[in-house]
């Protein structure tokens, strides 16, 4: 009796004033973010995957800061396909839980076929699928920055920041679908952006499936009455579509979202989305889409 005495003693002088882990703040549970677990969600980064080599370097460097901005949380890498590793590699490694973050910028087939089909042939993982990036204020935010970075290498004086001058317009030039849910995505993100830039017209262009291509924006803004047009490159890093849509600006041509520190806390802003939707107690729930 006396030994279990100076075990629960010992055990009691542990926690705090509310049965909390002395060193844990007040109302977070023990050892996670938010969670409430001893081991956080491993956090999947979910890219495409392209065979320009500055894709996978610009998504590593975006992962580096996610990692810098929640230090202690696991955080992986899977491509749908051209890189390693690939999804379902990162998957079969893995085990307990897991929140799969798409850096993709819109709903699309990856979103609603390809990522959860990888995610069923996973059965041992209890997962969850967050929303895409896609549209979010913080991404017009980055949009916005490397629009004023590209203007301020052109050296182009600007109210907003260096970005256009003020007859101007922008051009969002994003990947593409035929998905209808893309273009949706796609039009909100770029009403985002014009608000960001403080009532710029900015018109979506694709690369590929429905909608209007760059070029056809390009035109429809010059009918317009826009001479200055700039392109924002609606990319998360460097590849083909991003290539062919910079080729295609009468202008400036900014560069992909990249590891932009808004990009970098938006993917964990939708981990924490996930999370919080519901407990994770079943595979393959997706969130948001």
């Given amino acids: 009796m006396t030994r279990f005495t100076a075990q629960l003693t010992t055990q009691l002088d542990r926690l ?19 969670g409430g677990r001893d081991r956080p969600p491993t956090l999947v980064a979910v890219a495409h995957g392209s065979r320009n080599p500055e894709a996978l370097r610009t998504v590593n460097a975006l992962l580096d800061r996610v990692r810098a901005l929640r230090p202690g949380l696991p955080v992986r890498l899977g491509h749908i396909e051209l890189n390693r590793p690939l999804l379902t590699d990162t998957l079969a490694a893995l085990r307990g839980e897991a929140v799969l973050v798409p850096l993709l910028l819109s709903r699309g087939h990856h979103i609603k076929q390809d990522i959860p089909d990888a995610v069923a042939a996973a059965p041992h993982l209890t997962a969850r699928i967050a929303a895409p990036l896609g549209p979010d204020p913080l991404l017009a935010e ?3 920055a490397r629009l004023a970075e590209a203007g ?5 004086p600007h109210r907003t920041g260096g970005v256009l001058l003020a007859a101007g317009g922008v051009v969002l030039a994003a990947a593409g679908s035929r998905d209808p849910d893309a273009a949706v995505d796609t039009a909100r993100t770029a009403a985002l952006l014009s608000a960001r830039l403080g009532g710029v017209p900015v018109l979506p262009g694709h690369a590929s499936g429905s909608g209007p291509t760059v070029p056809e924006a390009v035109r429809a803004l010059t009918a317009l009455g826009h001479g200055r047009i700039a ?11 991003a290539v062919q849509c910079a080729s295609a600006a009468p202008g400036l041509a900014a560069a992909p979202l990249g590891a932009h520190p808004a990009v970098a806390r938006l993917v964990l802003r939708r981990y924490e989305q996930a ?3 519901a407990p994770l107690s079943h595979p393959a729930a997706t969130v948001g889409v």
């Fill in 16 to 34: 705090g004033p509310h049965g909390v882990p002395r060193g844990v703040p007040h109302g977070v549970p023990h050892g996670i973010p938010g």
């Fill in 142 to 144: 980055a949009l916005r």
């Fill in 152 to 156: 301020r290498r052109a050296a182009v």
């Fill in 231 to 241: 392109v924002a490159s609606y990319f998360t890093a460097p590849g083909r579509f």
């Fill in 275 to 277: 999370l919080a939707s």
